[in-house]
């Protein structure tokens, strides 16, 4: 029986402790109090406690060190209550791209009107008078529309991008889109810009500061005055 106990525990792994963990601070203190929106997260590299907002998950994810207690976990979380309840406020609502949706594209209202057709051949979309014009056979057509939308918005931050470079008299060796939760922008010491593709349901003149910033970078890489 003992060696049979032995082996049961031996065969959790340290991501079943750790989600054990996880479901007991959920049991014991009220963080949902505090916002159905806060995630806990023990991450046995971390050395101390921390707030992380993941805007495409609408969640803030308070990372707790593996040795951290439970009660204090709750205190930290609970003396920045009102920062984690504004960061949740401040994220954007989940987008659904389906016909009838209205999306923001660069400040304009862009009205999403599927037409479903079971013998098209594939999926062709348009951008026109502020209808984005979906023709296609597929009943659920949400991810085309999504990539649709990455690509429309790496070639404006790219066209964007190359202007303000020429202006400044720079090269850009690429111009990359991720879908990065932590950053709008970045620029490497070799030319290389990476944005988030988020960046199109941004007002015009956010998109612009945020491409002219990491722009300017070419010249000057950090931040210092």
Same mark, same amino acid.
Not at 3 to 32: M, R
Not at 160 to 184: C, F, M, P, Y
Not at 195 to 215: G, K, M, N, Q, T
């Given at each position: 029986?003992? =060696?049979? /106990?032995?082996?049961?525990? +031996?065969?959790?792994?340290?991501? $079943?402790?750790?989600?054990? @963990?996880?479901?007991?601070? &959920? ?21 101390r ?37 504004q ?11 389906v016909?009838?949706?209205?999306? =923001?594209i /660069?400040?304009?209202?862009? +009205?999403?009107?599927?037409?479903? $057709?079971?013998?098209?051949? @594939?999926?062709?979309?348009? &951008?026109i ?39 400044i ?10 879908d990065?939760?932590?950053?709008w ?28 910033h990491?722009?300017?970078?070419l010249?000057?890489?950090?931040h210092?005055?």
């Amino acid at each position: 029986m003992g =060696k049979a /106990l032995q082996i049961g525990l +031996k065969s959790k792994t340290q991501k $079943d402790i750790l989600t054990e @963990k996880v479901n007991k601070a &959920l049991q014991v203190y009220p963080f949902a109090d505090i916002s159905t929106s806060l995630n806990l997260k023990i991450n046995p590299r971390a050395k101390r406690m921390a707030l992380r907002v993941d805007t495409h998950k609408r969640l803030v994810n308070l990372v707790i060190p593996k040795r951290a207690s439970l009660r204090s976990a709750y205190m930290f979380a609970l003396e920045h209550k009102h920062w984690i309840q504004q960061k949740v406020a401040e994220m954007p609502e989940i987008i659904d791209y389906v016909d009838g949706a209205t999306i =923001k594209i /660069l400040g304009e209202k862009i +009205k999403i009107v599927v037409n479903y $057709d079971e013998k098209l051949r @594939k999926t062709s979309i348009l &951008l026109i008078n502020n209808e984005l014009l979906v023709s296609t056979n597929k009943e659920d057509s949400s991810s085309r529309v999504r990539r649709f939308i990455i690509n429309y918005a790496k070639d404006k931050l790219t066209t964007l991008s190359e202007q303000k470079a020429a202006i400044i008299g720079k090269n850009i060796h690429s111009v990359t889109v991720k879908d990065t939760s932590t950053r709008w922008g970045s620029c490497s010491s070799d030319g290389k810009l990476c944005f988030s593709w988020r960046l199109i349901f941004a007002p015009d003149d956010a998109f612009d500061y945020v491409v002219a910033h990491e722009v300017a970078h070419l010249i000057h890489l950090n931040h210092s005055p």
